[in-house]
């Protein structure tokens, strides 16, 4: 897969697709820290990013691992804290959060969150979904629905 520094990315249309070579850019883009460390880098597919995105301290520790699908959101999203503890964990549904975990630096619980049937997110989701042929969505408290449907409703694991 091709591999391209950031800064060697064109974005003729200001917030649009990127391009490389005058070619809508398919591969990964990244970006090094000052001591040459790797410090992110970016799945992209024709221009937009699609596949992981991922950020590393200069200790070479990952902070940061997203899943992305047409520049948005799609997918498990995951944050560590410096010392490789993880902060968090979020599932998104095309670019809206479905649920969310965060933990202090120790280890502690701070927030549990899923979005519930009755919120106009959901009805939003469930809208596009049905647009594209489902008929349902799993319920979003359920983890067991969301894993027999292979949706990103609800955490089966962290």
């Known amino acids: 897969m091709k591999r391209v520094p950031w800064g060697e990315l064109e974005y003729p249309e200001g917030n649009g697709p990127c391009y490389h070579g005058g070619e809508p850019f398919t591969g990964v883009c990244f970006t090094v820290h000052a001591d040459g460390t790797l410090a992110s880098e970016s799945e992209m597919r024709d221009g937009v990013a699609c ?33 490789g503890v993880l902060a968090a964990a979020e599932l998104w549904e095309t670019g809206i959060c479905t649920a969310r975990r965060r933990w202090a630096e120790d280890g502690t619980l ?5 979005m519930g049937r ?21 319920d979003p408290a359920e983890p067991s629905a969301a894993a ?11």
């Open 110 to 114: 701070v927030e549990d969150w899923s």
């Open 148 to 158: 027999d449907r292979g949706r990103m409703f609800a955490f089966r694991d962290v």
């Open 51 to 83: 596949g992981r995105a991922r950020r590393w301290t200069r200790a070479g520790v990952l902070i940061l691992d997203r899943q992305l699908e047409g520049d948005v959101l799609h997918g498990r999203a995951r944050e560590w804290y410096p010392s």
């Open 118 to 138: 009755d919120s106009p997110e959901y009805r939003e989701i469930l809208q596009c979904y049905r647009r594209y042929g489902f008929s349902e969505l799993p």
